[in-house]
């Protein structure tokens, strides 16, 4: 059963606005986007429930339009500070539950924090350390991190853990780690204590803190 669809509003259509715009519309939400660039609104206007040309540093504009329905704000402005810090305040004025904003700096990410944002995004900071960490290691197929300190990470098998189990592997009481499961395409195999024997290019889904998982994956 999917999972019941919310509304958003995404105030900034440049690239990461639009993108996460158009995944949330394409996944059955209801998307308002908002933007003072007439050409990117109609760019995005078949796509979105409703595309406006609004200037989000202004509540009554917000409040015409209807924004303070929505279940979800996010501001996606990131080039100027100001106006991505109005647009928040004027989301929180107007009762939207909860608010996501993009920050360009430590000083932004501050200042959105002191506002009361739910959660802060990076996009560029978090999408090169995630691509850092899987050019680190090539065993390292992707990682999701859980937010709490442990991180979830897709090894591919090498060829010296051929014919093992997992029970074989060190993953566990010398890592601290513990295995979610096996991928082997399509098909998910054992998990931990199982006696499914591992061929090269399975993937091997772990989960543990990052220094462990990182340790693990030199080791091999």
Not at 18 to 39: C, H, P, Q, Y
Not at 99 to 108: D, E, P
Not at 125 to 151: C, F, M, T, W
Request: charged content about 25%.
């Amino acid at each position: 059963m999917g999972r019941k669809s919310r509304s958003f509003a995404v105030i900034g259509l440049g690239t990461f606005g639009s993108t996460v715009a158009l995944e949330l519309a394409r996944f059955g939400n209801d998307v308002m986007g908002i933007d003072t660039n007439e050409k990117l609104v109609a760019a995005y206007a078949q796509d979105l429930s409703q595309a406006l040309i609004l200037d989000a540093r202004e509540d009554g504009a917000l409040r015409e339009a209807g924004v303070e329905s929505v279940d979800v704000g996010l501001v996606a402005i990131g080039t100027d500070i100001e106006a991505s810090i109005l647009s928040v305040i004027n989301l929180k004025t107007l009762g939207v539950g909860t608010i996501w904003a993009k920050a360009t700096s430590k000083n932004h990410h501050r200042i959105l924090s002191k506002l009361g944002v739910d959660r802060v995004i990076h996009p560029e900071k978090e999408v090169g350390q995630h691509i850092a960490q899987v050019l680190h290691n090539p065993l390292v197929r992707d990682y999701v991190s859980l937010g709490n300190g442990q991180h979830v990470v897709n090894f591919r098998v090498p060829e010296s853990l051929q014919g093992k189990t997992l029970t074989q592997l060190p993953h566990d009481n010398k890592f601290q780690l513990r295995c979610i499961g096996v991928m082997r395409g399509s098909k998910f195999l054992g998990h931990d204590g199982t006696d499914c024997e591992l061929q090269a290019e399975d993937l091997l889904l772990l989960l543990g803190e990052r220094k462990n998982l990182r340790d693990f994956a030199s080791s091999l």
